[in-house]
Each structure stands twice: as structure tokens, then as C-alpha cells.
């Protein structure tokens, strides 16, 4: 039979020729590398983002905008911060951080839907039968890739759950998901490493030919697909995964669950060169005992693991350059159930932003004494987008060309939220 495979080359020569991998391969930088890099070396790194995705839709007014002594309010009391701004009694650690994060109060949107809010805070636009609109993750990927051509992993990182897709910017832009301990799918699918690399090897042969005849855009983003994926076998920033490598306080520190696991994998992903990295915490669709799941169970996680994601971030000079975005598809109803939980709630809520040239310490906008209506200029998931491009150095004049000829504006068009970069 005919070898597909070139006499003389290695597995890892073969791969390495096959991505077209002619690009340095630089390590992920260990702790102790990292906090050796000079003053001026920390000014020109690249930004990134990373959000901590609330599945399920948090209650806000528990977490960061409380209303204690109302029939709405709850049991949870506020307590003081480094900023000047309170937050829930729950979340003592994440309180001495928020000198640096900024809660936007005044959130108000329409989509109340599971499916639909979460579609809509990952992209800004309502779903649509007829155009798949390309998640934040995506789009910031996609526009701060130039920034970094040593980067070979991927520059959109899921990691505990997977994120809205990359739409009409194509597959090579596709979130690349993993679990907290670095797992991702087994790459080889079982077979040897010849038998892997004939495949390899005829594969793009094949496409190079789907391309050549110009059959339409799929066989080249597989392409690009495929190449991203031989890169993952032989980059030796696959590293940047392996959160087990860091020292056993610094694992403590973040909490050994999957969440602080994946915040601890964000900080090392953003050092490796990552633009964009989102982490997943489920379990906020709280319809009823909100109080105890969320004072038992969902806060001292979240605390720990989100204070020492940005205190991290601080101390190795990377904050400057990293947007942080925390924010779920909605949040719950002011008022309390019947069975001690709360509902579905998009018309008035909070996110919370910081890093990256954010003003932190500051709560924007307000909501009414029971949080049942926004009091002040209500914000979109467009102007926070809006925000997160102008932290990120993006232009909001960036327009996009969607798959059926439309022009697509980033952020469609959001506005950006002054009082963040006051």
C-alpha cells in the first residue's frame, strides 16, 4: 500500500508541517517566570478578556444591588467594600476586591428565556431563524487574534460549559471547550499515532482539493479546524491547561471545586496568550429555598473563587489588560414565591465589569426601593459589549459581513457606558 506519509518525517515534525505551524512555540509562563517580567514588559502585554458565565440566571438584588427591611428584599444584609459600593454578607472576599470591579445596577432587557437570554447576552442580538450571530467570545477572539501570531491554542476557551457559537464569523472561531481539570476530547479518537497521521495527511489533501475547486466555504474552515486541532498535539502551551501544576496554596486559594479550578485555568489561559476565556457556574435557576442554596452552596463558591481570580490578576500586573465580565441571562423577580424562591426577572438587574481600564470600586446606575423597575438610564447586553471593545482597545465602528451579505456592527450598535471610564 502507498505510504501517505513521508519517509523520514517524525509524528511530531509531520503535525507540525501539516498546521503549517511556522510559528515560534512559546511556553506557558510558570509562576515564577511570571513574576520576574519587568514593569515595561507588563505594559505591552496583550489584552483579553474572560468571562464567569451564571447559568440559570442569578439573583441579583442577593448578590449586588440588596434592599434590606422590603417585602422583596430577603434575609441576606449588605456589608462594606474596599469600594464604595456594599455587596451581600455572603460574599466577604470578593468585598476587598471591589476596588476593582464595577457594578452596573441598571441593567434591562427583555429576554427572560432561558435559551433566548442566554443567546442574547452572549451576542446582543435576539435569536433569529434566518442568521446565527456570533457570540462576544468570538468576535473578541477574532479581533484580538493580530495581537498574538505566536498563539497556538485556541483564542476562544470554554471551560466547565459550552458558550454560544461563533455564527457567520465561521468555525475557525468556534469556543473550544474544556472541563475544570483541562480535560478536552480525546484528540486521537483512539487510534495510533500512524494511523492518525495517514488520516491527517489525507485529509488535507482532500480539502485542499474541496478548496482549490471552490466549492464554498466549509471545507476551508474545517481546514483551518484541522489545523488548529494538530497544533493542540504538539504546543507545548497546552500547558497553560494543566491547572494541577500550580503550587497547592495557590489551588487552595481559588477553591479546589470546578469553578475556582476554572478561574485558576482563565488566570494561567490569559498568561499563555488566551484573548478570550469563559468559565461556567451553573445552578442559579433558584425557583425555590433561594436563600439556603444560594448562602450554602452557590456564593461561597463563587466568592472564593472570583476574589481570587481578580486579586490574582492584580498582583501579576495582569488586570490592566484583562476585561472581566460576570453576568448571567437574567436574573430573579423581586418578589419571593411561594416556594421561598424567585422567578424568571430581566426588566432590572446588575452585571459586573472590571479590569482593563475600568473604573472600579463604583456602582452604575440604580434600581427603585424593592429593585422592581430601573431609576436610571437602563443598559443593554449591546452596551455592555459597547464597553467591554472600548476596554479592549476595539473599535465599535467594526462591522462585520454576515453569510447572507448584511452588514453586522459590533456590539450591534451599543452604547458605551460612561461612567466606567470617567
Known amino acids: 500500500m502507498r505510504r501517505l506519509i513521508p519517509d523520514g518525517m517524525s509524528r511530531r515534525h509531520f503535525l507540525q508541517h ?16 511570571t513574576l520576574r517580567v519587568h514593569a515595561a514588559d507588563l505594559q505591552r502585554r496583550r ?51 471591589m476596588h476593582n470591579l464595577a457594578i452596573v445596577r441598571s441593567m434591562s432587557t427583555r429576554e427572560a428565556d432561558h435559551g433566548r437570554g442566554r443567546y442574547y447576552m452572549h451576542t446582543g442580538y435576539v435569536p433569529n431563524p434566518n442568521i446565527e450571530h456570533p457570540s462576544y467570545g468570538s468576535v473578541i477572539a477574532h479581533e484580538l487574534i493580530d495581537q498574538r501570531p505566536e498563539l497556538e491554542i485556541p483564542p476562544f476557551v470554554t471551560v466547565g460549559g459550552g458558550s454560544v ?13 474544556v472541563s475544570s481539570t483541562g480535560q478536552v476530547r480525546n484528540l486521537q479518537m483512539g487510534l495510533d499515532d500512524r ?7 489525507a485529509l488535507d489533501l482532500i480539502e485542499k482539493g474541496f478548496i482549490g475547486d471552490q466549492r464554498g ?6 481546514q483551518k479546524v484541522l489545523k488548529k486541532t494538530l497544533n ?13 501544576q500550580e503550587p497547592a496554596a495557590v489551588k487552595e486559594r ?15 489561559l490569559v498568561e499563555a496568550g488566551v484573548p478570550f476565556v469563559e468559565v461556567d457556574l451553573g445552578g442559579w435557576d433558584n425557583h425555590q429555598n433561594i436563600f439556603t442554596t444560594l448562602a450554602d452552596q452557590k456564593l461561597p463558591v463563587l466568592d472564593k473563587a472570583m476574589s481570587a481570580l481578580v486579586e490574582d490578576l492584580d498582583q501579576r500586573g495582569l488586570l490592566q489588560d484583562t476585561a472581566i465580565i460576570w453576568m448571567g441571562e437574567f436574573s430573579r423577580t423581586p418578589r419571593i414565591n411561594g416556594n421561598t424562591g424567585r422567578d424568571h426577572w430581566a426588566r432590572s438587574w446588575s452585571i459586573v465589569l472590571g479590569g482593563a481600564g475600568i473604573k472600579g470600586g463604583i456602582a452604575v446606575g440604580a434600581t427603585n426601593s424593592d429593585g422592581t423597575a430601573v431609576e436610571t438610564e437602563p443598559y443593554t447586553s449591546q452596551d455592555v459589549m459597547a464597553s467591554v471593545c472600548k476596554a479592549l482597545g476595539i473599535s465599535l465602528e467594526t462591522t462585520f459581513t454576515s453569510r447572507n451579505g448584511r452588514p453586522m456592527k459590533i456590539a450591534d450598535g451599543g452604547k458605551v457606558i460612561r461612567e466606567l471610564f470617567s
Not at 501539516?18 to 517566570?33: E, H, V
Not at 456589608?79 to 455587596?87: K, L, M, N, R
Not at 466555504?217 to 474545517?222: G, L
Request: aromatic fraction near 8%; proline fraction near 7%; charged fraction near 15%.
Open 18 to 33: 501539516l498546521a503549517g505551524a511556522s510559528a515560534m512555540t512559546i511556553p506557558a509562563l510558570t509562576m515564577a517566570q
Open 195 to 201: 494511523r492518525l497521521m495517514q488520516r491527517m495527511y
Open 165 to 177: 457559537g461563533p455564527g457567520f464569523l465561521g468555525m475557525a472561531w468556534a469556543p473550544f471547550s
Open 47 to 97: 489584552k483579553s478578556a474572560i468571562m464567569l458565565w451564571m447559568s440559570g440566571g442569578p439573583s441579583t438584588m442577593d448578590i449586588w444591588d440588596l434592599k434590606p427591611g422590603t417585602n422583596t428584599g430577603g434575609p441576606f444584609r449588605p456589608i462594606a467594600t474596599s469600594g464604595d459600593v456594599q455587596i451581600s454578607e455572603h460574599m466577604p472576599l470578593t468585598a476587598q476586591q
Open 217 to 222: 466555504s466549509a471545507a476551508e474552515d474545517h
Open 254 to 268: 481559588y477553591g479546589t471545586d470546578a469553578f475556582g479550578k476554572g478561574c485558576l485555568m482563565a488566570r494561567r
Open 232 to 244: 493542540l498535539m504538539t504546543s507545548e502551551q497546552m500547558q497553560a491547561f494543566k491547572v494541577d
